[in-house]
């Protein structure tokens, strides 16, 4: 039988994907980035690791990491409304630890909105946990965004997760 997962094709995120990039940011963000936005950030190739998943050839979501010194920060986890819940979100987010291992990073943080529980669950399952609230993060709503920590990716049993959420996926 063949699993979705087998199907969706990771790869680095090119200045040809922007236009999907930002259609899927359009549909699951209150405030997207614009393309401007997003070629600056992809043009910082030396802090910046920005990936797409496809599935055959279309564009289902994309992810990415800010490496300041010896921590990795998630800028960006989004997967298209119609593919959610098929686990590509986690393909994506096991591929940007697997890359901040390999770069010996040993922690990673982000901010999410307190509402987004499908975030919080997914980041959640990866090892975070919340380290505290940043008032009024989201301007646009007033929102508080939760911050988040990973600590020890670099340990055996970060791996032993990753490894378990990659074969539970491939198993959909
Ligand atoms: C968060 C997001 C990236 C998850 O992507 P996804 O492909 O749907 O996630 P997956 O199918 O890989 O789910 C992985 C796990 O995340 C959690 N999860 C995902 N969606 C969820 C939901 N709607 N409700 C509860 N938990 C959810 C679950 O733990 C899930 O594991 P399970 O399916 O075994 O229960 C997606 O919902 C999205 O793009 N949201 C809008 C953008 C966004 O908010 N990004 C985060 C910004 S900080």
């Known amino acids: 039988m063949t699993t979705l997962a087998s199907k969706v094709q990771i790869s680095a995120m090119e200045r040809y994907h922007l236009g999907e990039v930002q259609r899927v940011d359009a549909l699951v963000y209150v405030r997207p980035w614009s393309i401007a936005m997003l070629r600056q950030e992809l043009d910082k190739r030396d802090s910046r690791e920005y990936i ?29 409304p119609k593919w959610q819940r098929r686990g590509i979100g986690a393909l994506l987010m096991i591929e ?56 020890d990716i670099h340990l055996p049993a970060h791996k032993e997760r990753l490894d378990a959420i990659a074969t539970e996926v491939a198993t959909r």
């Open 96 to 151: 940007l630890h697997r890359y901040a291992i390999d770069r010996q990073l040993e922690a990673l943080t982000l901010e999410v909105r307190v509402s987004n529980i499908a975030a919080v669950a997914l980041y959640r399952r990866f090892g975070y946990a919340p380290a505290g609230v940043r008032k009024n993060y989201y301007s646009d709503e007033g929102e508080d965004g939760l911050i988040m920590w990973a600590h």
């Open 52 to 80: 797409v998943a496809r599935v055959d050839d279309t564009h289902v979501g994309h992810a990415g990491i800010m490496i300041i010194a010896d921590e990795g920060h998630i800028t960006t986890v989004a997967v298209d």
